[in-house]
């Protein structure tokens, strides 16, 4: 199963943990869910998707989180403290099922000058440690169906 790293606070605002059932539809059709990762890259992958939250984050980037989407009049989001956002792991699965040309941004997720992952059917996951790699990459096929098993 392939998977991609996203660094924090960006994961987590992608899988949001904090939301269930209703309340996930409800900030869905609020545009409270990232359904955008902006890469510098394109990618023809398309199919189900492992979320990898990277180990590094810095200070800065957890406060960077909270500016853009104010002021192009996006979602108020609160995140959780720095320290409680998992990092080195798998914790969630979606399905990236479009690659969105700079040109052709729609969400205010989707940010200038970047490709946009368009992802759907977002789950979180418990947290499982897991290395990352840059772009794309493969997950081992134990590790894979584990998630699948366990987690469905």
């Known amino acids: 199963m392939m998977a991609i ?8 605002l992608i899988v949001r943990p904090d939301l269930h059932d209703d309340d ?64 080195g792991g798998i914790i969630g699965k979606a399905t990236l099922v479009d690659c969105v040309p700079p040109h052709q941004r729609e969400s205010w997720w989707h940010l200038e000058g970047c ?5 759907c059917n977002v789950q979180p996951l418990p947290f499982r440690p897991l290395r990352g790699a840059l772009r794309l990459f493969d997950v081992p096929d134990g590790f894979a169906s584990q998630q699948e098993t366990v987690y469905e």
């Open 24 to 87: 996930r539809l409800a900030a869905a059709f609020e545009g409270e869910l990232k359904d955008i990762e902006n890469r510098g890259w394109s990618t023809n992958y398309r199919g189900p998707l492992l979320l990898h939250a990277a180990k590094g984050m810095t200070r800065d980037e957890y406060e960077d989180a909270q500016d853009p989407l104010w002021s192009v009049g996006g979602p108020t989001i609160e995140l959780p403290p720095m320290s409680e956002l998992q990092r």
């Open 5 to 12: 790293s996203i660094r924090q606070p960006w994961a987590w």
């Open 115 to 119: 490709y946009g992952f368009k992802l």
